[in-house]
């Protein structure tokens, strides 16, 4: 069980350049987000799922896409790189009825990707 | 706009002390508040949270502290130790939908041996 997986650990871009972030979860979470962690400002939501197929906006979703193809995969793209996009970005997974079931809305991250965008 | 605002921004505590973390939040709409424990190069991990009908919860070293008229929360380690040197961070979330978490901006917590 491996729980939440990132692709790649690292990456350095050139500005214009695009790239995608895979996320992949075994533990059959309905419920996907990506976050972006830079200094000062702790986490915050890009896009996040609530099942294959489904994809919404979080709280700073521009330049940045999203897909779902699959429940266990989640895609985080840059179509055009930009120098405020270097960050730290983090994907995690959650079941949908654990607040209902164990009272918690417990979040699994993975262990991040490291964007550089020069 | 930050909706959870989160104090100190770095704490340096002597082994064996106590450490106190501070969250205050706007949203009166937020109704689960856990605090996550993140080490250099890894991932958050969930460490502990609390629901609004309660005031405290404890478990172990670790204790949340909410009051609920004030809109605050606070995480107290007690008998702190070296491996509990991490950054952390408190959120908040509404029920229902897709558990979309608001975070603070993290505290890096260093304890001194």
Redesign the interface.
Known sequence: NAG?TQTPKFRVLKTGQSMTLLCAQDMNHE?M?W?RQDP??????IH?S?GEGTT?K??VPDGYNVSRLKKQNFLLGLESAAPSQTSVY?C?S?YRL??DLY?????Y????TRLTVL | QQQVKQSPQSLIVQKGGISIINCAYENTAFDYFPWYQQFPGKGPALLIAIRPDVSEKKEGRFTISFNKSAKQFSLHIMDSQPGDSATYFCAASIKGGAQKLVFGQGTRLTINP
Do not use: H, N
């Open positions: 939440v419920y987000y976050y000062g400002m702790g986490l915050r939501l996040y609530v919404a979080g709280e983090f995690a959650s654990a607040r009272g918690t809305d417990t979040q991250f993975g262990p991040g």
